[in-house]
């Protein structure tokens, strides 16, 4: 009845649930032979990534995050999950002294990464900057004000956000089962499975250039992935990565193309593979001296 | 050289003073403070039991809780 | 150049290895870690402590205690506490020694009370027993604030205090800030046995001067008030906690509070000396009915790698002209995970209450108000005292508490005339603090 909108497939020892929600191949992988709970819980998540999806896209015209972005220097009004996510923000920006700053959004619309060389202007980029500052945000529980020409863009933590809230929600309808959400590769297990073993998840890795699948083997906790080995600039021989620093508004150089951060919860793991792309040459020296496993592509 | 270092160092105090605004710390930076024994209240009985004595004892009582009220003491 | 970029290199290698740990906290936060954590049935917290306070040839105490608190959820706590005190020995009366004996009545006026010369009269036929109940509830309410409404009710033999207390607290800036507000309202009633002496009445001695007794009883009765007295006591309070950093916490309080009507102490008398120094009466002592008086309070605590650093500072003034500054310092040492020593310092300074007076002058006008109780005069006091606490393996808490605490009053300024000047005025009063407490 719900097929449009997500598939419920038997395998072996589990049921798969999938759907396409934030532009990713999301799947719900369920340690269980009841279809009807799988059925059930399949369309918890996929209601609450569509809930988040409508809420804090920048694409859509009518939500919440385009009410922020176009409230022209008046204060927005928020609702408490907003308000959690801006400090969630908030902290990244301080841990990552500025440099995970989620109003460097407007950046997108000078870079193209597009594997071209189209390199924009220092003075296309510099026109830019103003607009950047997540220092010159005022927010509090019930509302937020941004200056005119800037933007909030929570691409950075949205799809992890996601994986987290729709983990949240299958422990707490079904707290003894071993769930693993799945969304593009940021991924979270709610618990380990009944006989301690892993599960073995697909995951679409960086090569090069060509997309390579590896079978990861994940336990618990949660995984998630920065970085995208195809979006780039290549001009005169020097590759421009995608992660763009906010206080400059170019490319960090010397980051790795992506790394993978294994870490409790999904969104925590997102944010680790994130801020090590900021370190640039030092990724790795950063994430040793966090203590976490973690991958990277270089 | 040495005038960097003083103009830093002048940065610095500066820094600091208008860290003033900013005093206080993150909710992960509580591991010492919510230990119990960093309560106000910590040790409510011992605080008790000396307000008692001294408020039977001197002329002043009060100051971290209410003065009034009592008893007659002596 | 070169230093600038130096010193940010290394506030950058520092800041990176708190990451983790503090993404961590930043995502419970965001994800509200309580819901994926199974809330945890609260229990009762049970505190009690056994104190004895003795004094040097004075009065000995033993007091009680058993409070109790519990978080019902949501922050919404309730705590309840009990207090029952027994008091014996004897108590400074006010009068000066002489070099002769000197014979007192009681202040029930049945029996009297002999003081050899030389010695500080004291009334040794103090005996008393209280009770004290206290209750306090305390929940979130609107927004962001935090209300507490409590009761106090405090019974002995000849007094009775009842107390209702509110106040509302609210946090700022990541609840790094507290300010609080709170008021306590105070009706105390004292009906002390045989009666409130009429100010300034002589105290009757039955030296063979009367007829019959109930001659003496009628003449006694003269010095006396029958119907009970009553106090009446407002407080205010308002205070700021404020988090400085990781390690540091401050307090500033400051209370206002103003009582209206019966301040005198009952049991003290002054001695009406002659220009030799010798007594030639008693009178029963009188206090003004209002007072106000304003604290400054400054605490703050500051966590050690290993224990806790606890100091606060009062400064307290009022319109009876007292005017007092208290240190009181803790220092907690973690002697191990389950144990620790707290060595304890207070020092305590007053000055005179403008209508103290160690005595008054024969044939001088009786001033509008007297008092020669040395808790009133100028004195300084300190405690030294030394805590033990040790934590077992089921959780519970035993802790010992050793101190001793001595008061040495002053002269204020007074002259001593004649044979006042061979004596002890100002004496001082040692006393040795034990407790023993119990938490489960």
């Known amino acids: 009845m719900e097929s449009e909108s997500f598939s419920i497939v038997q395998q072996n020892d589990h049921i798969v649930g999938r759907f396409t929600a934030m532009a990713s191949p999301c799947e719900i992988l369920l340690e269980t032979q009841d279809l009807i709970l799988a059925n059930h819980l399949t369309s918890l998540a996929y209601s609450e990534t569509k809930r988040i999806e409508q809420k804090f896209s920048r694409y859509l015209s009518n939500n919440l995050m385009a009410n922020i972005n176009h409230s022209e220097g008046q204060p927005a009004v928020i609702d408490e999950e907003t308000f959690r996510l801006l400090q969630f923000a908030d902290s990244c920006f301080e841990l990552s002294e500025g440099q995970f700053d989620i109003t460097s959004g407007v950046l997108r619309s000078a870079w193209k990464f597009d594997g071209s060389d189209n390199i924009p202007t220092s003075e296309t980029v510099k026109a830019l900057m103003s607009g950047i500052g997540w220092h010159k945000v005022k927010f509090d529980k019930k509302s937020i004000t941004l200056a005119k020409d800037m933007e909030l863009d929570f691409g950075g933590i949205g799809k992890e956000y996601a994986v987290d809230c729709a983990a949240k929600l299958c422990s707490k309808y079904a707290p003894n089962l071993s769930v693993v959400i799945n969304f593009g590769g940021d991924i979270q297990v709610t618990q380990p499975r009944k006989n301690k073993q892993p599960w073995n998840i697909a ?73 090590s792309l900021l370190q640039g040459a030092n990724a790795e020296s950063f994430l040793h001296q966090q203590g976490i496993k973690f991958w990277c592509y270089r | 050289m040495l005038k960097k270092v003083r103009i830093m160092l002048v940065f610095i105090l500066f820094a600091y003073l208008a860290g003033c605004a900013n005093l206080g710390v993150k909710p992960w930076e509580r591991d010492l403070l919510a230990k119990d024994e960093m309560a106000l209240d910590a040790e409510g009985n011992d605080l008790g039991l000396d307000d008692h004595i001294y408020f039977s004892k001197e002329a002043t009582s009060g100051g971290r809780a209410f003065a009034g009220g009592g008893c007659g003491c002596n | 150049m070169q230093l600038t970029s ?14 983790n740990s503090a993404l961590a906290a930043a995502t419970c936060a965001l994800l509200g870690s309580a819901s994926v954590v199974q809330a945890e049935e609260s229990v009762w917290e049970m505190d009690t402590a056994l104190l004895y306070y003795g004094e040097t040839d004075r009065v000995t105490a033993v007091e009680g205690v058993f409070s109790a608190k519990k978080d019902f959820g949501d ?53 008393d027993t209280r009770l004290q109940l206290e209750a306090q509830w305390t929940q979130p309410l609107w927004d962001d604030m935090r209300g507490s409404a ?42 002390p046995e045989g009666g409130r002496p009429v100010a300034f009445s002589e105290m009757v001695v039955n030296q063979g001067q009367f007829a019959n007794d109930q001659a003496y009883q009628v003449a006694f009765d003269a010095t006396r008030q029958k119907d009970s007295d009553d106090k009446n006591t407002i407080d205010l ?53 209002e007072r106000t008086r304003h604290s400054f309070y400054w605490q703050t605590k500051y966590a050690l790698d290993s224990g806790v650093a606890d100091i606060s500072y009062r400064y307290a003034t009022d319109d009876w002209d007292i005017n007092s500054h208290t240190i009181d310092s803790r220092l907690r040492f973690n002697i191990s995970d389950n144990t620790y020593i707290q060595p304890h310092f207070r020092y305590y300074q007053q000055g005179a209450a403008e209508f103290y007076q160690p005595f008054l002058m024969e044939g001088s006008m009786l001033p509008t108000f007297a008092s020669a109780d040395y808790r009133l005069g100028e004195m300084t006091a300190y405690t030294v005292g ?17 101190e001793y605490y001595q008061q040495d009053p002053k002269n204020a300024g007074f002259d001593e005339p004649g044979v006042l000047q061979q004596l002890d005025l100002y004496p001082s009063v040692k006393a040795v603090i034990a407790q023993i407490s119990y938490s489960f």
């Open chain 3, 75 to 127: 922050e919404h706590v309730f705590s309840g506490k009990l207090v029952l005190d027994t008091l014996t020995g004897a108590s400074a009366t006010g009068a000066v020694s002489q070099p002769n004996a000197q014979t007192f009545t009681r202040p029930s006026g049945k029996g009297q009370y002999e003081i050899n010369g030389g010695d500080v009269p004291l009334d040794d036929t103090f005996k």
């Open chain 3, 150 to 191: 409590g009761v106090h009710f405090s019974k002995e033999y000849d007094y009775l205090s009842v107390a209702v207390n509110g106040s509302l607290a609210r946090d700022f800036n990541q609840k790094n800030t507290t300010i609080s507000a709170g008021v306590s309202l105070a009706f105390d009633t004292i009906d």
């Open chain 3, 6 to 19: 130096q010193s940010n290199l290394t506030k950058q290698t520092k800041k990176i290895t708190n990451v």
């Open chain 3, 237 to 289: 309070m308002f205070g700021v906690t404020q988090v400085i950093n990781r390690r540091m916490l401050m307090q500033f309080n400051y209370g206002y509070s103003t009582s209206d009507g019966y301040h005198t102490d009952p049991f003290k008398v002054l001695s009406i000396v002659n220009d030799q120094g010798v007594t030639q009466s008693l009178v029963h002592e009188d206090r003004p009915t």
């Open chain 3, 386 to 402: 030394l805590k033990y606490g040790m934590k077992m393996p089921s959780g519970n808490e035993w802790a010992f508490r050793l």
């Open chain 1, 203 to 275: 995951i679409e890795s960086p090569e090069a250039n060509k997309a390579t699948t590896k079978i990861l083997q994940i336990v618990s906790g949660g995984l998630a992935t920065s970085g995208d080995a195809r979006r780039f600039l290549l001009k005169n021989g020097k590759r421009y990565s995608h992660i763009l620093n906010p206080k400059t508004g170019y490319p960090i150089e010397n980051s790795p193309r992506s790394v993978t951060v294994a870490a409790p919860h999904c969104i925590q793991a997102g944010l680790l593979a994130t801020l």
